[in-house]
């Protein structure tokens, strides 16, 4: 790839990312390593290229098969949710979509797994996060419903799409202490929810609305 195409020219300039990063600070995003890295990724390589001139608007896009790249403020905030109040060494996501929020997680933590359900979309996503030398990502076609047993426990699990209630087999995937963050509800609105493992069972706690694509079941 040149360096063009990594750096971006006109609406995918240094100053177009500038001007998001500080859109994302007014929004309350205050973690400067999630801010770097934000800073530092290029999300229109993300998208079609039809797309890419929209890439540094704090908005989610579509990417093919009704699906979104999510929105640079959310993935901020989870990102930064995730990070708090230790940086996670293992973490899954389910949901890969583009990659991006991936690519994200991947230069904050030392490894990411992560599960998308249609197999286009994960091809794609692989390629991308291969262009970008970042190999400590892992993905896998299937139902993220299932996790990655194989793989579990995790120290943190990212949900992506939006299950209409906590799935409990992911739960039982995170290591005791650890955190899932997910968007849980029905329709168009749901609720960000943090689910921390304890020794008994675990503990919830509800944060802002957002608006997810659903969690479908099964694979594609
Ligand atoms: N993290 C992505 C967001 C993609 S949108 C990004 O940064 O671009 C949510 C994704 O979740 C979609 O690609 C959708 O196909 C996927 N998805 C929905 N239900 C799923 C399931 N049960 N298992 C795995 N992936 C699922």
């Known amino acids: 790839m040149s360096g063009n195409q990594l750096q971006g020219i006109g609406m995918t300039s240094q100053r177009t990312r500038d001007r998001l990063i500080n859109r994302l600070i007014e929004e309350g995003v205050s973690d400067q390593r999630v801010l770097e890295v934000i800073r530092n990724t290029p999300r229109h390589l993300f998208m079609d290229e039809a797309m890419a001139s929209r890439a540094y608007e704090d908005t989610a896009l579509p990417i093919g098969h009704g699906q979104t790249i999510s929105q640079p403020y959310i993935v901020a905030r989870m990102t930064e949710i995730l990070l708090q109040p230790v940086v996670p060494s293992k973490v899954l996501e389910i949901g890969s979509g583009s990659g991006y929020q991936a690519a994200v997680l991947a230069q904050l933590v030392d490894q990411v797994y992560s599960v998308e359900r249609i197999n286009h979309l994960l091809s794609q996503a692989r390629q991308r996060l291969q262009q970008l030398k970042l190999f400590n990502v892992h993905f896998r076609l299937g139902d993220g419903y299932q ?14 799409a939006a299950p209409e209630h906590v799935p409990k087999q992911l ?3 995170l290591a005791m202490g650890g955190r899932m963050i997910l968007p849980v509800g029905s329709g168009l609105q749901q609720r960000l ?3 921390t493992r304890t020794d008994s069972g675990y503990e919830e706690e509800y944060l802002d609305e957002v608006s997810f694509v659903p969690m479908i079941k099964g694979q594609d």
């Open 147 to 160: 996790g990655w047993p194989k793989q579990a426990p995790f120290d943190a699990i990212i949900l992506t």
């Open 171 to 173: 739960v039982q995937q």
């Open 193 to 195: 929810v943090v689910v």
